[in-house]
Nanobody, 123 residues
Framework: QVQLVESGGGLVQSGGSLGLSCAAS????????MGWDRQALGKERESVAT???????MYLDSVKGRFTISRDNAKNTVYLQMNSLEPEDTAVYFC?????????????????WGQGTQVTVSS
């Protein structure tokens, strides 16, 4: 079993900053990718940022230059620093991990999500 537990989030005014963190635990052999998705009320879930185990990053266009994803491989933890927040960033943010659990099958990976944490940006 693998668990992803998020922390951070909350309420902030437009233009403010928040930081999220997510720790993965359980039967982990390798974490190939970690990232953050978000889902706003009435909208589909979208991928916000992803980071590979070697540090390569990808961002949703609307957050480029404002959000920064990072990870600590030794702690199996991913972070999302969110600056210049806008009301449109209001959503539930979910941590995501693409994880290999069986060292005998390193090519077999599964995707896991955390429970989500609410981020609300007031105008």
């Amino acid at each position: 079993q693998v668990q992803l537990v998020e922390s951070g989030g909350g309420l902030v005014q437009s233009g403010g900053s928040l930081g999220l963190s997510c720790a993965a635990s359980g039967s982990i052999f390798i974490i190939n990718f970690m990232g953050w998705d978000r889902q706003a009320l009435g909208k589909e879930r979208e991928s916000v940022a992803t980071i590979s185990k070697d540090g390569s990053t990808m961002y949703l266009d609307s957050v480029k230059g404002r959000f920064t994803i990072s990870r600590d491989n030794a702690k199996n933890t991913v972070y999302l620093q969110m600056n210049s927040l806008e009301p449109e960033d209001t959503a539930v943010y979910f941590c995501r991990g693409v994880i290999v659990t069986d060292p005998r099958r390193p090519g077999l990976q599964y995707q896991y999500w955390g429970q989500g944490t609410q981020v609300t940006v007031s105008s």
